[in-house]
């Protein structure tokens, strides 16, 4: 893949110098206590999150509802953060990505695929990734870091930027939905991912609902449940594999949370119901994982539980030693899965020609 135009070099100094609070990431009850710290009133904060979260502020200037000398002084000790964006690739069915990167010089890649009447937010939650999984282009990378609060709600704000949709009624908005299926295991990286998304879903902000979230993971069993209960999400399991010996070679967290284990956080998550099923997201490998024998297997595996199968023909990616199954195949799979009482429905690829779709994110500033 060539290398991606990144612009100037990040003035590393420039990082350190910044001393003033960066407010994106913060809880409310936490930007209250830090305007304290600075001696400003804690009441400010519903102004804040408003100008922040609904108008899309960069600059506490525009805030005119706060006094001129309170400006200042939030300006003086606050910063509202925005990474820098070093590239943005629009597919040409309208799925964008951006490269962002921030001050310490590491690069995420965030994807927004639109529909009909509504649309998704692909966020990143670590820089690379630790699980090596062997069809996934981002498995290729090394994990550098988590990312923290403050840089998923980023994602979302340059997003908003991006599609100029601040201050627009939710209705008019193309940015209705979030899935956390970007690069990272979200559940490795839990207690940021839970604070940013406590401010993505706030009401009185972006306001988009736990319903509209989606965390995908490869299966960290023992922050499922957790997850459920205190995010309320909904869940997405990449299980791609019916049997453990394979799943050990295509998700080697299997070694660690094999199929049963998985299977058994997945009956009991709190967040799932009849209405809110949980969605097993499936690749479909060419003569790997793709046979009639391995759907039949799968609707035997998600019995009792409250599921439906998304499968995903695989992306390629430059030098993958994989290939994806024949669309007849992928069709007499999901009928399998059909008759077996399960939806399965087949994801159309998105953002192909710009390296946007699953699987396929590696932010090229990496070695
Ligand atoms: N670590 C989390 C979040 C990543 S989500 C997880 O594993 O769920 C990205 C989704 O795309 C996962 O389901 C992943 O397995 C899938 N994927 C990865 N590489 C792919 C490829 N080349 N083609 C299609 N899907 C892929």
Known sequence: MPRMDVGPPIDQNMA???TRIEILG???SELAERLSGQSLDPALVPRLWNSIYVRGATRFSQITSIAKQTRDRLEDRFV????????ELTSSDQTRKWLLQFPDGQSVETVFIPEQDRGALCISSQVGCSLTCSFCHTGTMRMARNLTAAEMVAQAIVARDSLSEWGLHRRFCKFTNLVLMGMGEPLFNYDHVAAALRIIMDGDGFAI??????????GVVPMIERTGRELGVNLAISLHAVRDDLR???????????LAELLRACRTYPAASNARRITFEYVMLRGVNDSDADARELTRLLAGIHAKVNLIPWNPWPGAGYQTSAPDRIQSFAR?????GFSAAVRATR?????????QLKSTLMS
Do not use: H
């Open 351 to 359: 953002g192909d020609d710009i390296m946007a779709a699953c699987g």
């Open 80 to 87: 509202i953060g925005r990474p820098s964006v070093a590239r």
């Open 209 to 218: 609902s736990r319903r509209r979230i989606m965390l995908s993971t490869a």
């Open 248 to 258: 050990d070679e295509l998700v080697p967290l299997n070694k660690r949370y094999p």
């Open 16 to 18: 350190i110098m910044e």
């Open 26 to 28: 913060l809880a409310r």
């Open 336 to 340: 399998i899965v059909n008759i077996g």
